[in-house]
């Protein structure tokens, strides 16, 4: 998976934004407002950083080399993702879930929101 390809991923969902708080270097995607993926696109190995459960956070990192606790993050519930170390559709499946674990933790007007959208 190439920068271009995890921008446009993390674009084709629901409400998804693409935002530079952190300077012009850090593509950061959320959702009505909360960040679901963080990445600087031009670097290299291509890294993001994702949200996960806990528990499953832990388990990913024991599993692959390429996942690591979240890169200046909370490490209980962010991991980094070297994307070239994993097959592309585990990477998409990781995106798809930090994106589903932060629409989970909105309201539910925003939530229902979301689902007419």
């Known amino acids: 998976m190439k920068a271009q390809d995890l ?10 934004v693409e935002e530079f708080p952190f300077g012009p270097e850090t ?3 959320k959702v009505l407002g ?17 949200k996960c459960e806990p528990d499953l ?9 390429a996942i690591v606790p979240g890169w200046h993050m909370n490490k209980r519930h962010w991991n980094t993702v ?6 592309d559709r585990m990477v998409r499946e990781l995106i798809e ?3 589903d674990l932060v629409v989970a933790g909105l ?5 229902l929101r979301l689902d007419r959208g």
């Open 82 to 87: 070297t994307v070239g170390g994993l097959p």
């Open 97 to 99: 879930d930090s994106y």
């Open 57 to 65: 956070a832990v388990q990913l990192r024991a599993e692959h080399a």
């Open 107 to 111: 309201p539910r007007s925003e939530r």
């Open 27 to 29: 593509s950061v995607f």
């Open 7 to 16: 921008r446009a991923f993390c674009l084709g969902f629901n409400a998804a």
């Open 34 to 50: 909360k960040m679901f993926a963080l990445s600087a696109l031009d670097a290299e190995p291509l890294t993001v950083n994702l």
